[in-house]
């Protein structure tokens, strides 16, 4: 396959500069999966949200629901300060291309806690935490577009007002709605741990003890993640010709999965649907334990559920009894790009997306007789030893976090020329 051009990555173009606009910011250019989801239209529609629902057991005496959000803006206020990304805004200079990243300062404490506080909403509701995200997500759909902030906290519980005192051992849901641009599901997590445990601190505190933190407002400039490009462990700038070939190659296999077997495709836009399963800790600690030892030490949740996908796609879509060879399934997925990071990594907010591809070629060889068990517990293992090595394959290159910030960037190109050309046809 036939690539244009890609254009050279330059870490000078995504880095922090001034604002042109206001003298207190500072700003950069999107880059990688943060210039695809946040190309302005899709984006405003709600098309990449995220939503990451926690459930608390509350066991502090005379809080209230709207107690509990002003505990969650204060928290939010302090991880701001350590995290300037949960502040940011974007703009966009054009409507088909990536957006600007922004963070400005706010001038003081009140300032802060004022954007806090239109950050955290609650819903006296007897819906769940992901019932109201379900309404949410369809809502999206119909409301005139607007691109959302980084995360909107929803405080979800089940009482006749926000001010009625919540019962000792009452559920509370806490909803984070994260704009994509902002993050991966990875800093999602990672934040929503630093929310909860912040908070906990706080319901711990006295009144004088939470009162009198301070923040110097602009120094805080300084705890901004250091671009992608610059934080990799590779250095971007002097990557050859094996790069390239790993590049093009990875960009030809995102390409190839559009053409591949899937879903039918309709042209009206749906609601997203998702069906939940919760399970408790240990429920979790057996399915890991029962994954090593079917399968063996290195394979993960993960690698099942990428070949469970495969047989759940031919059962919603099952093949022609004569299909050809020709038929494949491309797919390809995000990973962590953390481990391509310089330094601890690890608890780095915002998007840090590497990903990898799986062909399933020919994808008849992978239909199973579902009402044989022992066959489809023999093809699930084959398929997560498939997708393992699919993995591993893309994952052994050092450069694997550059070539996908590539391959995001394409994509955004593609994406909004696609859209520019429709629109104005």
Request: glycine content about 8%; charged content about 20%; aromatic content about 8%.
């Amino acid at each position: 396959m036939s690539l244009p051009p890609i254009p050279q990555l330059d870490p000078a173009t995504f880095r922090w500069h001034p604002s042109p606009d206001d003298s207190r910011a500072v700003r950069r250019l999107g880059l990688g999966t943060e210039a695809w989801v946040g190309l302005r239209g899709p984006n405003s529609r709600g098309q990449y949200d995220n939503y990451l629902n926690t459930t608390l057991r509350i066991e502090a005496a005379d809080l209230s629901l709207a107690g509990l959000a002003r505990h969650l803006a204060d928290a939010l206020v302090h991880l701001r300060f350590d995290h300037p990304e949960v502040a940011c805004t974007t703009a966009w200079s054009s409507e088909y291309g990536p957006p600007h990243i922004i963070y400005t300062p706010p001038t003081c404490d009140a300032e802060a806690l004022q954007w806090a506080w239109a950050a955290v909403t609650t819903r006296s509701t007897s819906q769940t935490g992901l019932q109201v995200a379900a309404q949410i997500g369809k809502q999206r759909q119909i409301d005139p577009a607007k691109s959302l902030p980084p995360v909107t906290l929803v405080v979800v519980a089940d009482v006749q007002n926000e001010e009625a005192l919540l019962a000792a051992g009452a559920r509370v849901d806490v909803l984070g709605v994260f704009n994509h641009i902002h993050w991966d599901s990875i800093s999602a997590r990672v934040f929503v741990g630093d929310l909860l445990r912040r908070l906990g601190e706080q319901l711990g505190a006295s009144k004088a003890e939470t009162a009198s933190s301070q923040y110097v407002w602009g120094s805080e400039i300084a705890n901004l993640n250091v671009p992608v490009l610059d934080a990799c462990k590779v250095g971007v700038g002097a990557l050859g010709e094996d790069y390239k070939k790993t590049r093009d190659e990875f960009i030809a296999a995102l390409l190839k999965s559009g053409s591949s077997w899937g879903l039918p495709v309709a042209a009206d836009t749906g609601a997203p649907r998702t069906i939940w399963r919760t399970f408790t800790v240990e429920q979790s600690a057996a399915i890991k334990a029962a994954i090593k030892t079917q399968l063996g030490p290195n394979y993960t949740v993960t690698h099942l559920g990428h070949a469970a996908m495969v047989l759940a796609l031919l059962r919603a879509r099952p093949l022609p009894a004569d299909a050809p060879d020709t038929i494949a399934l491309a797919s390809p997925l995000p990973v962590n790009g953390r481990r391509y990071l310089q330094g601890d990594a690890a608890q780095r907010y915002g998007s840090c997306q590497a990903g990898a591809s799986v062909e399933f070629a020919p994808l008849r060889e992978w239909a199973v007789d579902e009402s044989n068990a022992d066959a489809v517990r023999t093809t699930l293992g084959a398929l997560a030893m498939h997708v393992k090595d699919g993995y591993e394959y893309w994952l052994r290159n050092e450069f694997q976090l550059a070539v996908d910030q590539a391959k995001g960037n394409f994509l955004a190109s593609v994406l909004g020329s696609y859209v520019s050309s429709y629109v104005n046809v």
